[in-house]
């Protein structure tokens, strides 16, 4: 009797013992913080001799690898691309389409780890009809898509959009307008991450839209007193400051990582990455990577 006594003590000593560690696991992954890059990898179509993609490639994964974000939006990603990164980072899942009719084409595709649950996903095109695949605002040169995703992390449910918008600064215009009604459509009152490639600087109508509709520059919210820095750099890393400055009339951040809802999310860092190996660079864009807690 006292035999089965004490080993049914040693089963319930066990069961509280695996539950507390459960619940610690789980209390962890809540509290930890949660890192978001967007970096546009530059398409794979080109051949650029020393900056084409296979011979980049390994310098852009040791730098995602170093990173570790928890989310990764890209752009320009290329169907070969894509494989070779979930070849390579079989711990995230990944969400993407061309922005083509058919399928093909670049996309913006998004990376999650695998501990992050996906609860839903979608695909939008900037466009009269944006449930269409192919489509484009009539006078848009080509397709631009959005990509998105409705994420659980611990207790928390929020969504992440990632994009890619047009050179055009009236279709970037037109385009942040009906992001701003997409996004409250989507993801209601959830908190959201929007992030990419905008091709306009912070000056611009385009993110001035978004930031007057309650979207916060993770960026800005952390180095508010620093002048704008260009993320875009065409391989030539600082270098491209001194021809850009001669250029242009002001140096133009394009790449962007903004949050909506003050109350749910703090931004813990943010930072434009700018590694390079023996004068080689991952892409013509700099990845930017912030740090954010839920609370």
């Known amino acids: 009797m006292n035999r089965l006594k004490s080993n049914k003590l040693r089963e319930v000593m066990l069961i509280w013992l695996i539950g507390l560690v459960a619940f610690s696991a789980h209390t962890q992954e809540i509290s930890r913080p949660l890192k978001i890059m967007s970096f546009n990898i530059r398409n794979s179509k080109l051949d650029e001799g020393a900056n084409s993609w296979q ?3 390994d310098i852009l994964f040791s730098l995602i690898k170093n990173s570790d974000p928890d989310i ?3 752009q320009e990603v290329t169907a070969e691309q894509r494989s070779e990164l979930e070849e390579h980072f079989s ?6 389409r061309g922005r083509s009719a058919d399928g093909g084409d670049e996309e913006t595709t998004i990376f999650v780890k695998k501990s992050i649950a996906i609860l839903d996903r979608g695909i939008f095109w900037f466009s009269e009809t944006p449930k ?9 040169g080509l397709p631009r898509i959005c990509t998105w995703v409705k994420l659980k992390r611990g207790g928390h449910v929020f969504f992440v959009y990632n994009v890619h918008l047009s050179t055009e600064s009236w279709a970037t215009e ?3 307008k009906f992001l701003v009604e997409k996004i409250s459509e989507i993801s209601a009152s959830n908190p959201a991450f929007l992030l ?8 611009s109508k385009t993110i001035k839209t978004l930031v007057d ?6 960026y800005r919210q952390i180095r508010p007193e620093e002048e704008e820095r260009w993320t875009f750099h065409d391989f030539c890393g600082h270098d491209y400051w001194a021809w850009g400055l001669f250029w242009f009339e002001d140096p133009s951040r394009y790449d962007y990582i903004f949050y909506r809802d003050q109350d749910e999310i703090t931004v813990q860092n943010a930072q434009i990455i700018e590694d390079s190996a023996d004068g080689g660079y991952p892409s013509d864009h700099y990845p930017i990577i912030s740090t954010f807690q839920l609370k």
């Open 196 to 203: 990419g490639d905008f091709n306009q600087g912070e000056t």
């Open 213 to 218: 509709a309650g979207f916060i520059d993770s």
């Open 72 to 74: 990764i939006g890209m």
């Open 91 to 96: 711990n995230y899942a990944t969400y993407g």
């Open 174 to 176: 037109k385009s942040a």
């Open 55 to 57: 011979n980049r490639k």
């Open 132 to 140: 269409e695949a192919g489509s484009r605002y009539e006078g848009e």
